[in-house]
Each structure stands twice: as structure tokens, then as C-alpha cells.
């Protein structure tokens, strides 16, 4: 009995020894920044107050390859740099509208090409170095660099010129446009303000590419982001700190971040992620499939999961439509023609039954989908669009319009044959690394087989697929999915322009091969310059409807956004769009329970 | 005499199973490539002979199962309606032995698909899938040992009876193709294949490969085997008399190393079986809706599938009765066969 107490005792005489000292060593430092200063013009983020303290841990499918937002061009890398990087507009996950960031407001002239955007007081980058108009100036000139290879510099052409940036005083920079821009303010969104003190230089002297890495020391990077770079274990984690010169408070005027620390773990794969969070070495998990999803539903005690409703993903399997001219092989060019048919391809589309890929492949949880927009953009869904159920003979009697019939096979199944009498025989590709894929595939190729096509399913590794689409284009059709970036299609205006490199039946046009695409891109071509909504969604409804009508894709169906969280994580409000539960990370805090106190 | 029983008992053990495999369409109740989407993974069906009342039938039924509202994958027991079991029932088409076309299944019920042993994600059956991808995995075992020993045979016999500079050569080259890593040789080689591949193309390529990278062990017991043979006396007398090589080698020596092949037989089909079935659980062997016993298993490389679904590990139970019967056979051939050394090697030597 003794030694037993005797511990306690002891433990809280060396605490009250540690304690001031801890105080007297942090206190003051951590107080400037923490008490509000008058000159600071802070944003005031409602939802419910927490409290500060806790380190929350979260998964990450494989390391980020850098945490500099010029280069970063991989998922993890942005997922990371997202909540260490801030911009001047932001679009709310939640509402899917913009909404003041680093800019407190913005102006924007009559004509549409002016945008005017005045900065908050006293914001200050996570090392303590104020931001200004100057760094604004500095950030859009070294995204616009031609030799800097930034990522971001395509969005910033505008009507083919480059935004002219100009500054006005300390709090107020003038962006100029050459031709007005449907997107509007959303075009801030995600570019991040860069560092002037710390870049400045390495600029100069071209070395932009070389910073930034993982193992940069903490105090050589800094961003306007809630969380700021602690420790980085090679293989292991990545450990971010709160950020005490952050730009937003709660309710009652507490600086957030709620959270000291932020911890990404390295996880090889989507099942060691599940594996992780069920055991509780992870708070939140986010991206999980179907499958996972009732698993980690049925066992649930300590956590929740949750159906954010439908997102931005959308499923497609397209044919090869490219015209490689005398390099084609005669097999490919007999396949071709089959492809090049709009009604071959619509009975295809016809053919799919998509309701049992949602239930299949989603387990119910996802839509079935006939257009571009996906249905968690719930904005710029047409609604005119036409959804038909799956009809065989409706795809019998379009392969018959295009001249193909049907024979006897050796087992006394029947076989499509084109008008030369040649069976109709190809091969889907899909990433071996996406299941849900693969499944897709493998009940297209059922459902095909009932309209008399052989159809061969041939998983690849997702490189070398994505090689073979879109540059050596020896394939005869794919199941691919994309997920768009944001709720505005013009997200995802490399998919619908012929120019683009993801417009992946045919990529990288010099000029538009059919008319329809050209009509398409005529019509994307001119959203970009509407001003408003109204004009810009008809626009893009008609454009969905030429896609629908000439199936270059065939969209079979999109997922919902599954996440899951532990109970103790507060103010979790997972969302449609990336990042689905880190959006509004500066936010989530623990929620004090005796199982917290322990950690 | 006894010991040629205990040889019989294993051939006849293993002439059951692989007849059940080789009719596979006649003891599988529907297509294995048929999908009842309706039913994806439905818990296998149990086979009544009480009813809900406790009254006895005299011919098995079954009940239907529903999914529970709201769920996917949950399903329960209707005991509202019993299916009896019919035996010799018409259903879908198939061809026995490859060849004569046929609608007879050994069971089947009218109105209502039976499970028993569940289904997969696409609602297949995984009886009909089990029973047919025997076929392609034994098949795949059996002409993989044919290609290994005959090679093995020609490669050792020649080494053995002519020794000297061949006999180096040859048994340098086993050596190097002893220490190849297999299981990464059938990678390359797989990923050297075009694109799309038929299954039936597909299913020779992984045969001939198998057959090929193996024949380094049987080519060096043979060896030993020759290598003593060709000193015995009865040899020596018939080269006395004239004989020629060929005869020799043909008559007198070949014939010495018959129990050592059948063991080796019967020792390297079940370790192909599985070799087919490694490069189809990883995905590199016969292309889906195919079924084959490495494809079967393939979809427990899912977290959600291996702590969910318990039916989908059926298939590795299915392969313990042909492993031990070959196994069994090779022990006992051993035992009948001449004191020769045998190597063994244990079956997970491959993987």
C-alpha cells in the first residue's frame, strides 16, 4: 500500500517542480501571439467553441513527396501542404461558396477584369514575419514563372494572357485580367501565399524546386496555414505543430487552431488505414470504401462513421477514339471503327447496368451517374439531363442500326459480328490498384457479354496504364474515375476540352477531331467569359447533353464520401469535397474525456 | 503386396476427386461465370432435413434467404416456403469432358438458386466456381509435372550416360536454374506477354512456364539414377553383346528410373497446383470470370472480405483432400519403390 501511494505523491511533487518552470519557459513566448491584438483584424469562424490542447493523429496513404506548393504535384503532398498553406479566397467545403480568407474582402470592377483585394491587419506567417501586399506580388509573380514549372500557372491564363498583378498599398493588391472569368473569386482558392523572406532569395538564384522537402528544418519553412512543420520521422510520421500567429479565432475569441499537434502517419495502403483506425492509432479516417465502411460500421464502439453524401468522383469507361493515322495496326483499325460508331457506343452505355455497380461495387452507397457533373456538385447538375435504365433491346436495336448482328457460337451462346462478319471482341484496362474498378469492369463485361460482345478484363499497374492511354494509345477501352478538385466545373475543363491532356478519349488535340467536340469546346470556351451563373450552367447543361448524346464516355457511377471519426474529435463535419475531414482541421478539437486525459 | 494396396487406396482417392473435377459441368449446379446480382455474398445455404414445425422430410430442402432491409450483405433464413433438393435436374449448358453437350446437373432446385457454399461479390456461385476451378488448377498441375519430368528425364539420362563434358554443362545449367527465385521468373516472364490474352492462351503460357523453370531437380535424380545403373552388370553384358546406346538407355537403363518419376510425380503436381494458383491469387494467371482455385482466393487479399465474409476461405479446405492424396500416393510409392534416395521438398518451398 505504500509504494502505491507513495508513486502519486511523488509524481505531483515533480510536477509542481516542472510546471512553473514549464510555464515561465513558454508562457511568454506563446502569449503574444495568443492574446489578441488590436491591430489584428481576425476572422471569426462560427460553430461550436472547443478547447485547446491534444494532438490529433491521421493517416496518410504513403508519404508526401514535398511540402512546397510549387512542386507539389501528388495527392498527399497537397493534402499536407492544405493544412500548413493559406490562401487569399477560400470556397467553403461545407457550403461550396467562397468566403474571405487571408483577403478580407474583394471588389470586382464592372467590366469583370478587375479584381480588387484588400488584405487583413497583422496577419503574420507561422515564423512570425508579417505579411503584406508585397508577398501577394511575390507569390502570383513566382506562380507565373515560366521557368518555375509551378502547377498552379494554367489557372492563372486568362483569355491566353497571364493575370497582371499589381499592388496599391500595404492591404490592397490589384489583380487584372485580360477577358473576363467565369470562375470569379474561386480562382484564389488553393494558392497558397508564399513566404517572400524565406524564398526571395533561393528565387533569384533558381533554386524555388529545391526547397521545401520533407527534411527542410522547421524554422526554413513557413506558411499562413493552422499548422506548422515540428518533426519529420523518414518512413514514419510527420508531425505539425499549431501555428500561434494563425489568422482565425472561434466564437468567443480563442485563436485557433484548437490542436497542438497534428500527426500524419504513413500508411502503405487503404486496408492498413482501416487496420490503423480500428485499433485507435488514428483519430479520423477519411476515403474509405464501401466494403471498409460496414466493416468499420458493424464493430463500431468508440468511434463513428459517417455517409457524407454523395462527392465529386465520377466513373467512366471510354473507348480509344485517337486517330494514330498509318501507325494504327489493321486490328485496331477494325476495333476502331466499331468505337468511332455513335451507336455502338451508345448501346454500350445502354448495356450497363449501372444501378448494380452502385450496389455492387458501392454496396448502395454511391449513384449511378450519366453525365460529367458529379452529384455531389449540387449546383451544376443538369437536370434536364435524361437517365434511362438499362434496356438490352434498346442496345440490340441501336447495334442493329449500325449493322451488326448476331451468330451462333460454339456453345451455342450468341456472338456480335460487324457488318464484315468479324466478331466483337476487345479488352477493358483497369488499375490493379483500385478494386472498385476492377469489379466495374468485371460487370461490364457480364453485362456485354449479353449483348453478344467478348469483352477481356486486363488489370494494370496505374502508371502504365495511364501510359498506354495517353501516350503510346495502344488499348481498345478503360474504366477510369477522376475526382474533381472543386464544385465548379471548370475544374475539370481538361476533361471536357479537346486540347486537354485528360480529355482521355483523345487527348492533346491541335484541332477539335469531330464537330461535336468542337461545339463542346466552343461551348466551354464561352462559360469561361459568362458572367453569371445563370448563363454559365446553361452553357455547360448544353455541353453535358452533347456528351450524353455522343458518349465519349460512358459514366456508370459515383461513390459516396465515406469517413469516420472517433466520438472524442469535436466539431466534425466532414464534407464532399478534398479534403473531406481536414477542411476545417483549425476547428477540431478533443473533447475532454478521462480516455483523452490519458493521452 | 500390401504396399501395392496402399497405392491403390491413394489411386483410387485421387481418381474420385479429380472424376468429380473433370465433370465439374455435371457436379456444379450452374455457370461459374453466371452472376445472380441480387446475392452477392450470400452465407452458404444449410440443407434441412427438420422443418420449423420439427417434422422429418425424407428429401433434403432448403430455405430461401432474404436480405434484412437496409443491408447489403445481410441476409436471413425464410422459413416461409422449403425448397426440396431435386437430383438429375436440367440447367444451364455445359460440356462434358470438353466435348458432349449436356443440361444434366447432379442437383438443383426448382425456383430458387442453392449456395451451398454462399456466394462471391458478383453473386456467383462458389460450389460451381470451386468444382470448375479444379479444373484449370489440376489441369495446370498435371501438364506442368508431364512438361518438368519429360524434360527432366531427357536432360538427366544424358547427362548420366555420357557424363564428361556434358554432364558438367548440364548440371551447371541445373544448378543456375536450382538458384533462380521462380516465383519472380514468372513475374517477368508474365509481364513479357502481350497485353490480352485469351484465357485459354493464358492458361498454357502459365502451364509452359511452370513446366519449364522446374525440371533441374528430376533431371539430377534421374542422373543419379542412370549413373549407377549404366555400371550394372546386366549393362555391361548387353554392351558386350553389341547393344547401342539408344537401346541401352531404352531397355535397361530408363526403365530403372520409373519409381523415381512417379514419385517425383507425384510429388511436383500438388506443388504446381499451387504455383498456378500464387500467380492467379496475385492476379498474373487466368484472366477473370475464369475460375481458378488462386483466383477463388484472390479476393481475400481484401481487409473487408477476409473479416466478413468466412465462406470466401472454402476453397483452401478444397485442396486438402488432392494434396493429401497425392502426397499419400508419393509416400507410398516411395516405400514400394527401390532404395534410392528420394529428395524431398516441402510444398511451401515454392512460394
Known sequence: MKTRSAKPLRCLRLL???????????????????????????????????????????SLRGEPKTLNPLIAADARSREVIGVMQADLVHINRATQLTEPALAKSWKISADGLEYTLVLRKGLRFSDGQALDADDVVFTFRVYLDESVHAPQRDLLIVGGKPIVVRKVDAQTVVFQLAKTYGVGERLFDGLAILPRHLLEKPYQEGKLGQIGTLATAAPQWAGMGPFRLKEYVAGQRLVLERNPYYWKTDAKGNRLPYLDELVFLFVPNADAQVLKFQSGETDVISQVSAENFSVLSRQQKSYAMTDAGPGLEYNFLFFNLNDAGEKTSPEMQRRQKWFREVKFRQAVSAAVDREAIVRLVYQGRGGGIWGLVAPGNRRWGDENLAHPARSLERARALLKEAGFSWSNGADGESVLQDADGKAVEFSILTSSSNAERAKMAALIQDDLKQIGMRVQVVSLEFRSLLDRVTQTKEYDACVMGIASFDADPNSDINVWLSSGGTHLWNPSQEHPGTPWEA??????????????????????????????????????????????????????????????????VEQLYLKSSPENGAR | MRL??????????????????????????????????????????RVHVVDEEGHFHARPFVYAFRLRQGTFDQYEEDAARSYPLRFFVRGARYRLLGILPSRLHLFGAEDLRIYLLGTDAYGRDQLSRLVFGGQVSLLAGLLGAGITLSLGLCIGA??????????????????????????????????????????????????????????????????????????????????????????????HILPETGSVLLTQAAILVPQYVLAEMTLSFLGLGVPEPVPSWGNLLSSLQQYSVLVSYWWMYLPTLAMVPFFLGYLGLASSLQERGPAYKIERRSLGSLT
Open chain 2, 158 to 251: 544424358v547427362a548420366g550416360y555420357y557424363g564428361g563434358w556434358r554432364d558438367d554443362v548440364l548440371m551447371r545449367v541445373a544448378e543456375l536454374f536450382l538458384a533462380l527465385p521462380w516465383l519472380y521468373l514468372l513475374f517477368a516472364v508474365r509481364a513479357f506477354l502481350p497485353l490480352t490474352v485469351r484465357p485459354l492462351a493464358a492458361f498454357f503460357l502459365i502451364v509452359a512456364v511452370i513446366g519449364e523453370v522446374g525440371w533441374a531437380r528430376p533431371a539430377r535424380l534421374v542422373r543419379a539414377v542412370v549413373l549407377s545403373a549404366k555400371e550394372r552388370d546386366f549393362v555391361r553384358a548387353a554392351r558386350g553383346f553389341g547393344a547401342k546406346d539408344v537401346y541401352l538407355l531404352r531397355w
Open chain 2, 4 to 45: 501395392r494396396r496402399s497405392v491403390a487406396k491413394w489411386l483410387v482417392v485421387l481418381g474420385v476427386l479429380h472424376g468429380i473435377v473433370v465433370c465439374a459441368g455435371f457436379f456444379a449446379p450452374y455457370d461459374p461465370a453466371e452472376q445472380d446480382r441480387k446475392s452477392p455474398y450470400l452465407p452458404p445455404m
Open chain 1, 519 to 584: 461545339e463542346i469546346d466552343r461551348l466551354i470556351g464561352e462559360q469561361m467569359s459568362a458572367r453569371t451563373f445563370e448563363q454559365r450552367k446553361k452553357l455547360y447543361d448544353r455541353a453535358q447533353e452533347i456528351l450524353a448524346e455522343y458518349q465519349p464516355m460512358i459514366f456508370l457511377a459515383s461513390p459516396d464520401i465515406l469517413v469516420g471519426a472517433k466520438n472524442s474529435v469535436g466539431n466534425f463535419h466532414p464534407a464532399v469535397l478534398e479534403p473531406y475531414v481536414l477542411w476545417n
Open chain 1, 16 to 58: 509542481s517542480l516542472v510546471l512553473p518552470a514549464l510555464v515561465s519557459a513558454f508562457g511568454p513566448a506563446e502569449a503574444t501571439p495568443q492574446q489578441k491584438n488590436t491591430n489584428e483584424e481576425l476572422l471569426v469562424v462560427p460553430g461550436d467553441a472547443g478547447h485547446s490542447g491534444g494532438r490529433l493523429v491521421v
